[in-house]
């Protein structure tokens, strides 16, 4: 009897021996010693300091885009210098420099003029700063870093593809454009090209800078020129809103309105009945920054990278637009 108590007792230290050496960290990390390597997880922290600037933050998009690229940097440690150029490239080179200036690490940068920022670009290359060019590319591509945006051109011919479904026929079309901004001028192209044979005819088009007042303006101009109007096409979602007011102001419901982006905006007038809006050609700021952040830290770090890189593009009107929601951006 005393032998099986014995040996009962040695199987329960053995056994408690044998958890203690198993032991799990409970509580928090300073209750315990023992650090358990396998679930433990690095945080990554860089010291880097990037700034950006883009054609006009009143803009929703750039707005979006900035706070996408902010809030992924703040998550490794990094802050950013951010600038409104307001849609002036004399401003926007001066900001550049103050940025160069400060000692910034490298710059975000969807440049107000694709021609006219070329001496900002050149003050950068010379202060050996990396240039991630976003949204729309620079004239000279190969005195920047990297590039990251959306397939501006689809986002025109999903637009033009639509208007042939609706217009089989033809028609007149007018564009509301901005040839200082490249990724305006890709959509246009790619709107032209969808339409091309098909029956249309440009009967005007005027340079609105992506401005929804200069976009209601100029539409208001047309509306009093051109009374046979089928459709607008516009380079941003912005323009569009500005050429939908005017429309509006003169009780035509008869002409078909497209845009680029997918902004929440616009978005809700499509989500109404009777609007003239017809669709948009949409893109992701909030996937467009943090592929921007990806690129920025790979280049500073001395990591691989794509030299560009391009955010996929798709259409949006009344048949889908509740997939996608109106409260935010896709």
Same mark, same amino acid.
């Given at each position: 009897?005393?032998?099986?108590v014995?040996?009962?007792?040695?199987l329960?230290?053995?056994s408690?021996?044998l958890?203690a050496?198993?032991?799990?960290?409970?509580?928090?990390s300073?209750?315990n010693?023992v650090?358990?390597?396998e679930?433990?997880?690095?945080e990554?922290?860089?010291?880097?300091?990037f700034?950006?600037?883009?054609?006009?933050m009143?803009?929703?998009?750039?707005?979006?885009l900035?706070?996408?690229?902010?809030?992924e940097?703040?998550?490794v440690?990094c802050?950013?210098m951010?600038?409104?150029?307001?849609?002036?490239v004399?401003t926007?080179?001066?900001q550049?420099?103050?940025?160069i200036?400060?000692?910034?690490d490298?710059?975000f940068?969807?440049?107000?003029?694709?021609?006219?920022?070329?001496?900002a670009?050149?003050a950068?290359?010379?202060?050996?700063?990396?240039i991630?060019n976003?949204?729309?590319?620079?004239?000279?591509?190969?005195?920047?870093?990297?590039?990251?945006?959306?397939?501006?051109k689809n986002?025109?011919?999903v637009?033009?593809?639509?208007?042939i479904?609706l217009?089989p026929?033809?028609g007149?079309?007018?564009?509301?454009?901005?040839?200082?901004?490249?990724?305006?001028?890709?959509?246009?192209?790619g709107f032209e090209?969808?339409?091309a044979?098909?029956?249309?005819?440009?009967?005007?088009?005027y =340079?609105t800078?992506g401005? +929804?007042?200069? !976009?209601?303006? $100029?539409?208001?101009?047309?509306? %009093? @020129?051109?009374?046979d109007?089928?459709?607008?096409?516009?380079?941003?979602?912005?323009?569009?809103l500005?050429?939908?007011?005017?429309?509006g102001?003169?009780?035509r419901?008869?002409?078909?309105?497209?845009?680029v982006?997918?902004?929440? =905006?616009?978005k809700?007038? +499509?989500?109404? !009945?009777?609007? $003239?809006?017809?669709?948009?050609g %949409? @893109?992701?700021p909030?996937?467009?920054g943090?592929?921007?952040?990806?690129?920025?830290?790979a280049?500073?770090?001395g990591?691989?990278?794509?030299k560009?890189?391009y955010?996929?593009?798709?259409?949006?009107?009344k048949?889908?637009?509740?997939m996608?929601?109106?409260?935010g951006?896709?």
């Open positions: 009897m005393k032998k099986k014995m040996y009962s007792l040695f329960v230290l053995f408690l021996f958890l050496g198993c032991k799990k960290n409970v509580g928090t300073e209750d010693a650090v358990d390597e679930n433990q997880t690095e990554i922290s860089y010291d880097y300091t700034g950006f600037t883009c054609i006009d009143s803009n929703p998009y750039y707005d979006t900035e706070k996408s690229i902010e809030t940097l703040e998550k440690g802050s950013l951010t600038r409104d150029p307001a849609l002036n004399e926007q080179i001066q550049i420099q103050e940025m200036d400060a000692g910034v490298a710059v940068l969807c440049p107000v003029d694709w021609e006219a920022i070329q001496p670009i050149d950068l290359n010379e202060a050996e700063i990396p991630i976003i949204d729309t590319q620079i004239k000279d591509v190969e005195s920047i870093t990297a590039y990251v945006g959306s397939d501006n986002a025109g011919y637009c033009g593809e639509n208007l479904e217009k026929d033809g007149k079309v007018v564009i509301l454009e901005s040839p200082s901004m490249n990724s305006v001028n890709e959509r246009i192209t090209e969808a339409i044979g098909k029956g249309f005819e440009i009967v005007a088009r =340079d800078k401005d +929804l007042e200069q !976009s209601r303006q $100029a539409m208001e101009k047309i509306l %009093a @020129q051109y009374s109007i089928d459709a607008v096409m516009c380079g941003n979602d912005q323009s569009a500005g050429a939908l007011v005017s429309l102001v003169a009780q419901d008869d002409i078909l309105i497209y845009g982006d997918g902004s929440p =905006d616009l809700k007038e +499509l989500a109404k !009945s009777n609007t $003239a809006i017809a669709g948009t %949409a @893109q992701s909030i996937n467009e943090k592929d921007a952040v990806k690129v920025g830290l280049i500073l770090n990591e691989d990278y794509e560009n890189t955010e996929p593009t798709f259409f949006i009107n048949d889908n637009v509740k996608y929601g109106t409260d951006w896709q």
